[in-house]
């Protein structure tokens, strides 16, 4: 084990040695590339250690290579494999013809990768690139290591980013707090700079405070905590809406295309968790096929499923609306049943095509990880989620009010014998209503992929929350569906920092239960005669 | 009397189910006990307590026929009546145990002294007396059933939104139950049972008793489901089914009619349910599972609603496909045969087996008037 | 209606078909050993243990082109369960009443266990339980060849006390019997410990639980007390895709955070993207990527019985490999399939584990085990960092509860599963 705090301070000599342009070699360099041959986490730690203090002129190539795992060693031999694919010699940095036989990378745990982010953070602080000094900063931030500070300030006086600045001034306020000897002013400075900052981190670092601080600090303490954690609440209000708009979204995507088959067209519809799932393992073959055939599209693979996803479920929709529930209009509560067992068909035949197992559907780039609003963390996938939900719900929605073949599928379900004494082929119209439902469907099926499983249980989960959704909005109306989604959203993400993710489960069934005594048609109640028929 | 006013009143078919009931109550029993284990008409025990299982299926899928088949009221939810009364069995049953749990602790069950409970939460007070726990079979479905009804009918929810609601029901007590905290075993549920009434539920004699006992409410049930559907109250119930409102405007408490039907199947869920739990030696969550439910309704669909006889007929049909097809070379297969099973029937045999074998029969001798089994109201 | 007919012929075909099928199926041939395979392929557990129904198809394939077992040929009787606890007890009554199994592997669920059980109790036959589990239990009928709490949980909480400097703790875990107890025991441990209550957070979710931004978001604060953090994660197969996805969307690396996972293996991780999990942990006492020659030879038979060069192996199938290895070793020494026989011989029989080293079955029917843990590499394997010195002994009762901290299994001198050493008695207290 080699503490963070002694590398920085090793550091600390190092970047003496940077700013003065006496670069010397340092003994040991030798003995650093003997331990990372020797396979084993503690001396690989300690190699990285050395080659900090050693200043050797491949110092950062190699121990940015092995944070990479790109550092290969074996047989005496150790040598840094560039990113496009070049072998260096690490030792004398000269190029290397053919790989040397009995050649694996350098393995690493989270204490040797700790090792190397500290180190590159270290040396970072004197980075050229402004973006490295910030993640520098940060670094030191965390480690509140006394002997960086003349580093640190010397870093400051040269920093003309304001950025930069910033991140290196708090780095510095997180020292000053835990420096007991220095001078008082700064320190209720530093107090004013990590409220200013006004993060998690800030006010864990303001409790930090040494005990025996003077009370005019601890008064200053006290009130910035304060004042930070007041700050924080309210954007935890605003996290919580966000969360819970996108729980909305995805409840949203997974009950639209029920509110087509079901809320529009009558039929209690058990399969429409299988059409989502058909839709996530379209999206795992388009996938599959990208990987194999075409990687370079991968980014765009999900664009690909969207459609597929679609066609593939809308078809198999129209294949069971042509082939079962043609037979069944009428008699709603048959639906249920032959339904229910084409769901349990479906989930059997994607367990024995595709195996019982989860299945890896990757995310693309545009769609990983997460920025920050003040003080609200956004995650990429989930703001694409509530994008997606929403333009599904714009198309659908459009598609029904605006396009003719929406004028004949309302009249169709509002008034089947009129509709067909007016012209309209009823058949056709129900297939391309259902097929429409089991797209979208499809086309949520998409989105989970990025948030669940993709196994054939995924159908399942979502069936229920579906049916809840469709019916707390008000069977028949879209725009129900989109509100009983958004408030079941929103108000269980409130719920549940309060009472669990269980019992707020279980309070929000409840309240439906209670809603449904008071509007028995649901949130948005269709009106008129055919609600009696 | 009223033996004699039912017997009457009933139809050849109740009549053939009764005396088949009548029939296995007595002579399973005496097969399993009597008879050497070698002797062509020897029960195994595996198969009796299998049989007991089905039967169970059979009286909650006749409780279910009652509020479904006869008063329109698609309850999504029969399952947690069911479970209830279950767990109500399974409560007394646990606390039988006494000290012989692996902790041998004399007052907790087992799962409270694995989880460090300091003492018997209040609602577990009671169970170790049988007539207690079996009132409470009863009682706390019956209740739930009456409060739930009570808000839904008077507020007049009907079709798929009483039927999801219900669904919302089991839901939450699924969840509920499978809190650890909530003291009913978490998803483990309530196992490892002992005795029930001081006999070893395990021992051959004890599964025989349990056998006949579950074919004897199973009678009773009947009895008394048919009871209600065939006096006058029970044409008011199916006159609600068909035609609510104008049932309504004639003046009839429709809420009324309707909430004591659903109390009366509810109840008779929870004795299925008790009934259940010594055979199978387990009661757990999962009970509650929606999925269990809408099987529930997929027997009495299959074999056919508003028959009564049907929905047993239905329960055991498919809980034997299911049990056939789990075992040997179908296995991975088997969620393919019993959905076929289920569209087959949908498109098939719109009237479940008893209604189509029913229709056959009819045409074959005489033209018969529209059987009980009316087109469902396009409203559900 | 000439269709009514049709359906009547189409009707009767199928019931036909379908009595006949359960005529059938127990009819088979007399010479040979049958093996109960009671493992769920379908229903929500199928997504883990149809994988070990195909394990012991492999094993039981192998045995007989060894000649057998005893001069006769093994059976495999496959039963499915679909995931339904009650339908565990009535195939397990199957498979030992009708089909006369000599003993059964399966079970994946501690509930499933719980509810076969009673029946492997009253007919006296033999069930091998391949998968970790909460301890707190030694059945005569009963072997467990999965981790108990000691061989998985506490090792690896010490690895990261040790080697992580992990001061606060996240206990998160699906809220059944496995979890509660794993973190009631870690609990009590950690105190032992010196670690402080607030320094401990434990959380409960639901089955299939799939939104974890606010559990995740939570962990996050708790993690930024200043203190090293790392999450102890006892969280069910199917959630734990969900939650690695919000870990990596919300940024948090395993150099900051660590997840260690009881319940994630090989298989589960097929399922992810795993590049941004780098570095998170699991503790299990099999790890593919372990490099013996026992290993190499599973991994290829694996690969080639499932005609799937990328199929992975995990820690319950090495588990099925060892108990099956330790029953055919019991059933040659007791020279007869009688459960009797075989529970008497049992104790004490040894087979090679597939990480190099004898496991041994102990009297109170858990086996002696490694303790690996491994790191997420991003091809979705483990990386192992640490392992324990020789082989963990299974403790049927965990020593950290008051409740159990006095009672041992021993089938071989007290006939007994919870022993008071206390009291001297059978029977718990």
Known sequence: ?533 | MITRFLIQGMDKRGLVFLALLAGLALLVPLSNLLLPPGSFLHVPTSTMSLWGKYLCYALLAISLDLVWGYCGILSLGHGAFFALGGYAMGMYLMRQIGSRGVYGNPILPDFMVFLNWGELPWYWYGFSSFPFAMLMVLLVPGLLAFVFGWFAFRSRVTGVYLSIITQALTYALLLAFFRNDMGFGGNNGLTDFKDILGFNVQAQTTRAALFAMTCVMLIASFLIARGIVDSKLGKVVIAIRDAESRTRFLGYRVDRFKLFVFTVSACMAGVAGALYVPQVGIINPSEFAPANSIETVIWVAIGGRGTLVGAALGAVVVNYAKTVFTSGFMAPYWLFALGALFVFVTLFMPKGILGTAQDWWGKRRKPEPATPVAEPAAAE | ?429
Request: glycine letters at 10%; a positive charge.
């Open chain 3, 1 to 429: 209606m000439s269709v009514n007919s049709t359906r009547r012929v189409i009707l009767g075909a199928a019931l036909a078909g379908a009595t006949f099928l359960g005529s059938f199926l127990p009819a088979a041939a007399q010479e040979t050993i049958k093996v109960g395979i009671l493992h769920s392929l379908s229903g929500t557990m199928a997504i883990s243990e149809t994988t070990l129904k195909d394990v012991m198809l492999m094993l039981i394939e192998e045995q007989n082109k060894k000649g057998g077992l005893l001069g006769k040929k093994l059976e495999a009787v496959v039963v499915d369960p679909a995931s339904n606890w009650p339908l565990f007890a009535e195939k397990a009554r199957e498979l030992i009443a009708k089909d006369k199994v000599s003993a059964v592997f399966g079970c994946w669920t501690s509930v499933s266990r719980k509810s076969v059980l009673p029946v492997f109790k009253e007919l006296n036959s033999i069930l091998f339980y391949p998968v970790q589990y909460e301890g707190e239990e030694s059945e005569r009928n009963v072997f467990y060849t999965g981790a108990a709490p000691n061989q998985q949980a506490i090792p690896a909480v010490d690895y990261l006390a040790k080697e992580e400097k992990v001061q606060r703790w996240v206990l998160a875990g699906t809220d059944y019997v496995y979890p509660r107890t794993t973190n009631k025991i870690l609990e009590a441990y950690l105190k032992s410990k010196g670690v402080a209550s607030e320094d401990i957070m434990i959380n409960y979710t639901p089955f299939g639980h799939s939104d974890w931004q606010t559990i995740v978001s939570d962990i996050k604060k708790f993690g930024s007390a200043g203190k090293k953090t790392a999450v102890v994660s006892t969280i069910n197969g199917d959630a734990n895709v969900p939650f690695y996805k919000e870990l990596g969307n919300q940024g948090i690396k395993a150099t900051d955070i660590p997840v260690v996972a009881f319940s994630v293996g090989e298989e589960e991780l097929a399922g992810i993207d795993t590049k941004p999990l780098l570095g998170h942990l699991a503790a299990w006492n099999y790890f593919q990527s372990i490099k013996t020659p026992e290993n190499d030879a599973f991994i290829k038979q694996w690969q080639a019985f499932t005609k799937n060069p990328k199929r992975v192996t995990n820690d319950p199938m090495e588990a099925h490999v060892i108990g099956f290895a330790m029953w055919v070793k019991a059933v040659e020494k007791a020279k007869s399939t009688d459960p009797d026989k075989v529970i008497e011989a049992l104790p004490g029989i040894e087979a090679p584990n597939l990480t190099g080293g004898i496991s041994k079955m102990l009297p109170n029917h858990h086996i002696t085990k490694p303790v690996f843990i491994g790191e997420i590499k991003p091809d979705g394997q483990f990386d192992v960092v640490w392992k324990t010195q020789g082989l963990v002994p299974g403790d049927a009762w965990s020593k950290e509860l008051d409740g159990s901290k006095d009672l041992i299994g021993d089938w071989v001198e007290k006939k007994c599963g919870n022993f008071n050493v206390k009291t001297g008695k059978c029977g718990g207290a």
């Open chain 1, 1 to 533: 084990m080699i503490s963070i705090a002694r590398l920085l301070r090793q550091l600390v000599v190092l970047t003496a040695l940077l700013i003065s342009p006496l670069a010397a070699f340092a003994q040991g360099a030798d003995d650093a590339f003997t331990r990372l041959g020797a396979d084993s986490y503690s001396d690989t730690a300690r190699a990285v250690e050395m080659l900090v203090t050693s200043a050797h002129p491949q110092a950062a190539a190699i121990i940015e290579a092995l944070g990479d795992g790109r550092l290969l060693a074996g047989g005496g031999a150790v040598i840094v494999k560039t990113r496009d694919g070049k072998l260096i010699d690490a030792k004398t940095g000269q190029p290397v013809a053919t790989e040397p036989a009995g050649l694996s990378a350098v393995r690493l745990n989270n204490n040797v990768r700790r090792v190397v982010q500290a180190a590159l953070g270290g040396l970072g602080l004197l980075n050229p690139d402004a973006g490295k000094r910030i993640a520098a900063a940060e670094a030191v931030f965390k480690s509140r290591d006394v002997t960086v500070l003349p580093v640190l300030e010397a870093a400051i006086a040269k920093e003309s980013d304001a950025k930069a600045k910033a991140a290196l001034r708090q780095a510095q306020a997180a020292i000053l707090i835990v420096k007991t000897d220095a001078p008082p002013f700064d320190r209720l400075a530093a107090v004013d700079v990590l409220r200013e900052r006004g993060d998690q981190e800030a006010l864990a670092t303001l409790r930090s405070l040494p005990g025996d601080a003077s009370p005019a600090l601890k008064d200053a303490q006290g009130r910035a905590i304060a004042a930070i954690e007041g700050n924080l609440a309210l954007w935890r209000a605003g996290q919580n809406l966000w969360y819970g708009l996108s729980l909305g979204s995805v409840l949203l995507l997974a009950a639209i295309g029920l509110a087509i088959t079901f809320g529009v067209m009558g039929v209690i519809n058990m399969a429409h968790g299988e059409m989502v799932m058909l839709g996530a393992y379209t999206t795992f073959v388009v996938q599959e096929l990208i990987r194999t055939s075409a990687p370079g599209l991968f980014d765009y693979s999900l664009m690909i499923a969207i459609p597929a996803a679609f066609l593939v479920a809308g078809a198999v929709g129209i294949a069971i609306e042509r082939g079962v529930i043609r037979f069944l209009y009428g008699r709603p509560l048959e639906t249920l049943l032959a339904t229910w067992g084409i769901s349990l068909i479906l989930q059997q035949a994607v367990r024995t095509g595709f195996g019982p197992t989860n299945r890896e559907v990757g995310a693309p780039n545009f769609m990983s990880g997460a920025f920050e609003i003040g003080g609200l963390a956004i995650t990429w996938n989930r703001l694409w989620i509530i994008v997606f939900a929403g333009l599904v719900f714009a198309a659908l929605l459009a598609i029904l009010k605006l396009t003719p073949m929406g004028l004949q599928m309302r009249a169709v379900t509002q008034n089947r014998r009129m509709a067909s004494a007016m012209g309209i082929r009823t058949g056709r119209i129900d297939a391309l209503t259902f097929g429409l439902g089991s797209g979208v469907a499809g086309l949520a099926g998409v989105a989970l992929s990025q948030i669940d499983n993709v196994s054939p249980n995924l159908g399942q989960s979502y069936i229920i929350d579906s049916f809840m959704v469709v019916v707390f909005g008000g069977v028949g109306n879209l725009w129900g569906t989109l509100v009983g989604a958004m408030t079941l959203g929103v108000a269980n993400k409130f719920l549940e920092p309060y009472a669990g993710a269980v019992l707020g489960k279980i309070a929000l069934l409840v309240f439906i239960i209670l809603f449904i005594q008071k509007r028995p048609r649901g949130l948005f109640a269709l009106k008129g005669r055919a609600v009696e028929a």
